[in-house]
Nanobody, 133 residues
Framework: EVQLVESGGGLVQAGGSLRLSCTTS????????IAWFRQAPGKEREGVSF????????YYADSVKARFTISSDNAKNTVYLQMNSLKPEDTAVYYC??????????????????????????WGQGTQVTVSS
């Protein structure tokens, strides 16, 4: 059974940092890509970042580029999202998601479909991030 568990959320002041973790189980980590999404109250879910550990392919939303960094630890089957220079508009529930297609797709296929706009098969329960001004 594919499982994803997010952790690391919390309350932080603007300008601060948090590191989110997405711990996975039930599948071969290298065979899947992992994405982070977020959803603020009253807003649509937004793709934030993506990583595929086997070749290092990564994507970032424009709104988080240069502030957020995605990474993976294959030994721990875990993906991290380091969030720096946080802003109040980063406040949201953050989810990680995965599916098999993003694991085998070529880089060209990924770029055409954008992993940040994809409807994934498996989702975690989410972790709340609140940034105070």
């Amino acid at each position: 059974e594919v499982q994803l568990v997010e952790s690391g959320g919390g309350l932080v002041q603007a300008g601060g940092s948090l590191r989110l973790s997405c711990t996975t189980s039930g599948f071969t980590f290298d065979d899947y890509g992992i994405a982070w999404f977020r959803q603020a109250p009253g807003k649509e879910r937004e793709g934030v970042s993506f990583i595929r550990s086997r070749d290092g392919t990564s994507y970032y939303a424009d709104s988080v580029k240069a502030r957020f960094t995605i990474s993976s630890d294959n030994a721990k089957n875990t993906v991290y999202l380091q969030m720096n220079s946080l802003k109040p508009e980063d406040t949201a529930v953050y989810y990680c998601a995965t599916d098999r297609w993003t694991g085998w797709a070529t880089p060209r296929m990924l770029s055409r479909t954008s992993p940040l706009n994809r409807k994934y098969d498996y989702w975690g329960q989410g972790t709340q991030v609140t940034v105070s001004s």
